[in-house]
């Protein structure tokens, strides 16, 4: 599976859809279009043999269609997986609003959309990803019960940020403890790219242990706001990948580990909250394990905040979602194990688990 974005030339020698290399045998794929709102947004549900598909939207700014339809395909078909290897009742789906967050966000567009996803009948549950916010869920929520993430003060479980952070937090202790022997992260140099609210909660988390964080992002006012409050070091230079670090994590957009960066990382772990982190899965995680840098599975460690979002479907309570997050503690640790006795990549030995249970959960479904 590629990140590549396709020119209008390339997509005329193939199929658009179908042809994508994210496609990935998709279930079902929805274009929403409202004249009236501007709303411009994209459906993916990946599988649904757990369960329904769960997960965010994203409203972004894309360069053209193809890359947002890529975005959406390479998002649902990682929540499959996600929420497979996490153990939870559910399918994967994503969804992608074309526009920027800031300016052509609006309640009616957010309503509209949330005809659309009601329009699925529960095949898709939405929640909050980038570019959204947990009152944008509540909006959606006037016109559909099929989203989670919605406000405490209404009956939901809140911002997942925090827990998604945490659970990224203790994949990251995992992996210490696999390649330095020590889950102790106190001292290690620690580059977090990306300071959305997922970033920040892991800067704080960190911080706390005593690492050495320096943080880097597209908004200086960011960097400010967090220096300040955590006393992180700013990222001055223009290439983080060539940097000396202990740990890299990435929690921005997906695709940092490309043919352009892979070569240049020093760092010996790689555990962001960022999704589709590896451009090629293949081939990047294979050079990855050839390098020896341990690479925690993206869609295994942010998995918190699917988890938490889950819980306003199974009522189970805050002390529960905690319990379920730290639990990536231990499931990252085995399938790092995993991977070496096996010498797999670490990516295929997390896959292997997840498809199996999807399989094992169709044969059952069978008889």
Same mark, same amino acid.
């Not at 005329?12 to 794929?29: R, T």
């Not at 990948?241 to 997906?254: F, K, N, R, V, W």
């Not at 394990?289 to 905040?305: C, H, S």
């Given at each position: ?17 179908? =042809? ?17 709102? =501007?709303?411009?947004?994209?459906? =993916?549900?990946? *599988? ?38 996490? #153990?939870?009742?559910?399918?994967? =789906? ?54 989670? @993430? ?8 809140? *911002? ?22 020590? $889950? ?14 997922? @970033? ?11 690492? *050495? ?22 990222? #001055? #230079? ?23 960066? +892979? ?21 990047? @995680? ?48 085995? +399938? ?19 498809? $199996? ?11």
């Amino acid at each position: 599976m590629t990140s590549e974005i396709l020119t209008s030339k390339e997509l005329k020698k193939m199929d658009p859809v179908f =042809g994508q290399h994210s496609f990935d045998d998709h279930e079902q794929i929805v274009f929403c279009n409202d004249k009236d709102t =501007g709303l411009k947004a994209i459906i =993916g549900i990946h *599988n649904t043999v757990l369960g329904p598909a769960l997960g965010g939207t994203r409203m972004w700014n894309y360069a053209n269609e193809w890359e947002a339809l890529n975005d959406v395909l390479r998002l649902s078909r990682g929540m499959t997986f996600k929420s497979a290897i996490t #153990g939870l009742n559910l399918g994967g =789906g994503k969804a992608v609003i074309i526009g920027d967050a800031k300016t052509q966000k609006t309640p009616e567009l957010m309503r509209r959309f949330g005809e659309f996803v009601h329009s699925l009948s529960g095949r898709y549950i939405t929640a909050e990803d980038v570019g959204m916010t947990t009152e944008d869920m509540d909006t959606v929520r006037e016109v559909t019960p099929y989203v989670t @993430g919605i406000s405490e003060s209404k009956g939901g479980a809140g *911002n997942p940020s925090p827990i998604t952070a945490y659970g990224v937090f203790m994949g990251m202790k995992a992996a210490a403890k696999f390649q330095y022997g020590s $889950e102790i992260l106190e001292d290690k140099n620690v580059f977090v790219q990306g300071i959305g609210n997922v @970033g920040e909660a892991l800067v704080e988390h960190l911080v706390n242990e005593g690492a *050495n964080v320096t943080i880097a992002d597209i908004s200086q006012d960011r960097l400010e706001e967090v220096r300040s409050k955590y006393g992180a070091t700013i990222y #001055g #230079g223009n290439d983080i990948y060539s940097e000396a670090m202990d740990i890299y994590a990435p929690c921005a957009l997906g695709a940092t580990i490309n043919d352009d960066t +892979i070569y240049k990382i020093k760092a010996k772990i790689i555990a962001g909250a960022a999704n589709n982190q590896l451009a090629e899965e293949s081939k990047h @995680g294979k050079i990855l394990q050839e390098r020896g840098i341990v690479y925690a599975p993206d869609f295994l460690i942010n998995a918190g905040g699917i988890i938490n979002v889950y819980a306003e479907l199974e009522n189970y309570d805050r002390q529960e979602i905690m319990r379920k997050t730290e639990n990536i503690y231990n499931t990252t640790l085995e +399938i790092l194990d995993n991977a070496k006795v096996n010498n797999l990549t670490t990516h295929n030995a997390a896959l292997n688990v997840a498809r $199996e249970r999807i399989e094992t959960r169709k044969r059952e479904n069978l008889k």
